[in-house]
Nanobody
């Protein structure tokens, strides 16, 4: 069973920055893809960014150029650097880790005030 511990959410003004972290532990198999999703009130959960074990990345169009995903394979940790935040980025952000199974973090609230 993989445990995910997320940190770094909070309240920030528009234009500000936040960095999310998600540390995975307990995996008995290789971690392939690590990613971040978000869910705003009344909306479906959506992909924000994902990164493979080899470093390939994918971003939602809405965050390209503002968010950067990275990972430290030695620590089984994925990061999301969020710059130029907008009020529409307000959501609960969830870490996702894929081995042969998919695991979700508990979510961390990001609130961007205008």
């Amino acid at each position: 069973q993989v445990q995910l511990v997320e940190s770094g959410g909070g309240l920030v003004q528009a234009g500000g920055s936040l960095r999310l972290s998600c540390a995975a532990s307990g995996s008995r198999s290789s971690i392939n893809v690590m990613g971040w999703y978000r869910q705003a009130p009344g909306k479906q959960r959506e992909l924000v960014a994902r990164i493979t074990s080899g470093g390939s990345t994918n971003y939602a169009d809405s965050v390209k150029g503002r968010f950067t995903i990275s990972r430290d394979n030695s620590k089984n940790t994925v990061y999301l650097q969020m710059n130029s935040l907008k009020p529409e980025d307000t959501a609960v952000y969830y870490c996702n880790v894929q081995t042969i199974y998919s695991y979700w973090g508990q979510g961390t609230q990001v609130t961007v005030s205008s």
